[in-house]
């Protein structure tokens, strides 16, 4: 039990591709849980922490924080999870559970989230990993293990804005960007019953767009089209990375209307303060969603058939996935499964 040794993937320094790095599991907490991976998603905010983007990142760095696998074992205070239980676990691998926000239930804006990352201090991209057992989430019998991992953090980032603002249907959404997030934002807006136009840069979105459940496509790019478009939207759903024009798309939302930002923009975010206060909009951030919001999402994602199109990738690829994924060729997530044999893991 004191020595337990972890096979992973790390950048050792910010810029440099990953290379294995073997290194000795955090102790068991009593409420943590060790997790055996099998699956681990790539997220766009793997390659901005390998990047070092925001500055937080420390190295060696393992990335990866859409995991899924098998519970090895458990704390003496870890209730509902057993070993042999299929887990998902997200970006947020624990919280301090009690500081106000933690105690309301929104453990996602705990006042120590930087130190609540399952980053920390090794990431999804290896053998293993512990995590407090509150933040790992039995999967739905019948979901593919692939599947389950990428809800873990595109789906909830997704789910919670759309949950809180858009849940009552009928409501015209725009979703920005169809990537990882944007293909699950169109999915779940459509099963809340909205009325789903996607947006993006690409034309060649356009049909898989349509397949994923949107109504109607629009150009971002497009002057034209977005002129058209004014006054639509009562939500638009940043789900991007990429630099856009954002007086252009505050102009295409509804009075009253509410832009909600789940991307880190690339670029500085600028706009036309006119349009904000005349027309009265809502710019609002989300960040991930809360235990119950993850529990509550999984359940929802298996009753409406959300699919996440996923392409799988062995771990060992992991350097050919990043530059896929950084390259934006990724269709529309991938997903790498756990290829370093059973030996090493536990
Ligand atoms: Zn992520
Ligand atoms: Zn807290």
Known sequence: MSHFPVSGYAAKEVGQALEPFTYESPKL???????????????????????????????PFVPGHEIVGTVSAVGPAVSGLKEGDRVGIGWQGRSCMQCEYCLQGQEQLCQDIGNCGTWEPYGGFASSIVV?????????????????????????SVYTPLRTYAAEGSLKVGIIGVGGLGHLAIQFAHAFGCEVTAISSSPRKEEEALKFGADHFLLGEDEASMRQARLTFDLLLYTSHAKCDWTSLLYS?????????????????????LELVVHQFSMAGSFLGSRAGMKEMLHFAQMHAITPEVELMPLSQANAALKKVRGNKARYRIVLFNDMGSAQAG
């Open 253 to 273: 939302l509804k009075t009253n209307g509410r832009l909600a930002v789940v991307g880190f923009p690339d670029g500085p975010v600028t706009f036309d303060p």
């Open 132 to 156: 407090d057992g509150r933040f790992a989430y039995p999967l739905p019998a019948g979901m593919p293990s692939e599947m389950g991992a990428v809800l873990m953090c595109a789906g909830i």
């Open 29 to 59: 907490g009593e409420h943590d849980v060790r997790v055996s991976i099998t699956h681990c998603g790539v997220c766009y905010t793997d390659i901005q922490g390998l990047d070092d983007h925001y500055g937080i990142v420390d190295f």
